[in-house]
């Protein structure tokens, strides 16, 4: 009976010593030089949980008060998300868009199809792009305007590589040789994830002035078309693995090589009649030798 109030006692002390070697790790990360791999820690503290629930609102537009980024971002923005989607956009993208070209020469003469590796490079290059100095050229012009918004690159970047991510089942589906349904899946994707953009984006352009604000959301609307459509049409539509074939030089070898095998087996037939009775066989397989030359 005497010894419980201790360890009550000893129980609360060891929680509030790691709370507050928790709040003295934070402390830490934040006081730290941005080249210190330690600095980075706090932009991966995430579970899954948050993840999956930023990449599902990142798809649904919800217009409001609250934005996207005030939400689901705003009190603990990451990297671990937009660096996993990225990475696996640009791997499916690739390896989606080889599947449709090959679907593209089944059944089709004069093609032969080869895996195009260039369009790893070309992906990564195309979305690491997009997901980076997008962000910064907003963060830059938002800087520049004196938004009161006050949103950080970080901020800005997680909500871009969020965005990403309702390309990565539309990438799948455009293996899918039907052209209305790929371009149905363009509009779908970018309505969703645009329309996010620019409720995120517009709270932060709405106090600037009504003209600028107008042509900033049409661009951010516009570079996030011209990725959907620019990845559908290089990746799912354009044959680039698929070689034409020389049919002329083809069709002429294979009837050298015709001509040649039939010649031997006459000249072989010739040779064993010999001298037979049958003269008439012996002219009629000659007038077949001129004839197949």
Same mark, same amino acid.
């Given at each position: 009976?005497?010894?419980?109030?201790?360890?009550?006692?000893?129980?609360?002390?060891?929680?509030?010593?790691?709370?507050?070697?928790?709040?003295?790790?934070?402390?830490?990360?934040?006081?730290?030089?941005?080249? +210190?791999?330690?600095?980075?820690?706090?932009? &991966?503290?995430?579970?899954?949980?948050?993840?999956?629930?930023?990449?599902?609102?990142?798809?649904?537009?919800?217009?409001?008060?609250?934005?996207?980024?005030?939400?689901?971002?705003?009190?603990?923005?990451?990297?671990?998300?937009?660096?996993?989607?990225?990475?696996?956009?640009? &791997?499916?993208?690739?390896?989606?868009?080889? !599947?449709?070209?090959?679907?593209?020469?089944?059944?089709?003469?004069?093609?032969?199809?080869?895996?195009?590796?260039?369009?790893?490079?070309?992906?990564?290059?195309?979305?690491?792009?997009?997901?980076?100095?997008?962000?910064? !050229?907003?963060?830059?012009?938002?800087?520049?305007?004196?938004?009161?918004?006050?949103?950080?690159?970080? +901020?800005?970047?997680?909500?871009?590589?969020?965005?990403?991510?309702?390309?990565?089942?539309?990438?799948?589906?455009?293996?899918?040789?039907?052209?209305?349904?790929?371009?149905?899946?363009?509009?779908?994707?970018?309505?969703?994830?645009?329309?996010?953009?620019?409720?995120?984006?517009?709270?932060?352009?709405?106090?600037?002035?009504?003209?600028?604000?107008?042509?900033?959301?049409?661009?951010?609307?516009?570079?996030?078309?011209?990725?959907?459509?620019?990845?559908?049409?290089?990746?799912?539509?354009?044959?680039?693995? !698929?070689?034409?074939?020389?049919?002329?030089?083809?069709?002429?070898?294979?009837?050298?090589?015709?001509?040649?095998?039939?010649? +031997?087996?006459?000249?072989?037939?010739?040779?064993?009649?010999?001298?037979?009775?049958?003269?008439?066989?012996?002219?009629?397989?000659?007038?077949?030798?001129?004839?197949?030359?």
């Amino acid at each position: 009976m005497d010894g419980c109030p201790i360890r009550n006692t000893d129980f609360n002390f060891n929680i509030l010593i790691l709370n507050f070697h928790s709040y003295c790790l934070v402390r830490r990360s934040n006081s730290l030089p941005f080249w +210190e791999f330690g600095y980075y820690q706090k932009l &991966f503290n995430v579970d899954t949980v948050q993840v999956l629930r930023r990449i599902l609102w990142s798809m649904i537009p919800l217009p409001g008060q609250a934005t996207y980024l005030h939400h689901h971002i705003k009190p603990n923005p990451d990297l671990y998300g937009p660096f996993w989607i990225t990475s696996t956009l640009v &791997f499916i993208t690739a390896i989606g868009g080889n !599947m449709a070209n090959y679907l593209q020469t089944v059944g089709v003469r004069n093609q032969i199809w080869h895996y195009d590796f260039h369009k790893v490079s070309f992906a990564a290059t195309a979305v690491y792009s997009y997901g980076f100095l997008l962000p910064l !050229m907003l963060w830059g012009l938002l800087q520049y305007r004196g938004s009161v918004a006050n949103y950080t690159f970080l +901020e800005i970047l997680c909500v871009y590589g969020y965005s990403l991510s309702i390309y990565i089942p539309i990438s799948i589906l455009w293996v899918i040789q039907v052209a209305w349904l790929q371009w149905l899946l363009v509009i779908v994707g970018t309505v969703l994830s645009g329309s996010v953009l620019l409720l995120t984006f517009w709270p932060a352009l709405k106090s600037d002035n009504l003209k600028v604000a107008i042509l900033v959301l049409l661009l951010i609307l516009l570079f996030h078309t011209l990725l959907a459509v620019g990845f559908m049409i290089y990746f799912f539509i354009a044959s680039h693995s !698929m070689a034409p074939v020389d049919t002329t030089t083809t069709t002429a070898f294979l009837k050298s090589t015709t001509r040649l095998s039939v010649n +031997e087996q006459l000249s072989t037939i010739i040779s064993s009649l010999g001298s037979s009775p049958s003269i008439v066989i012996k002219n009629a397989i000659h007038k077949t030798l001129n004839s197949t030359n």
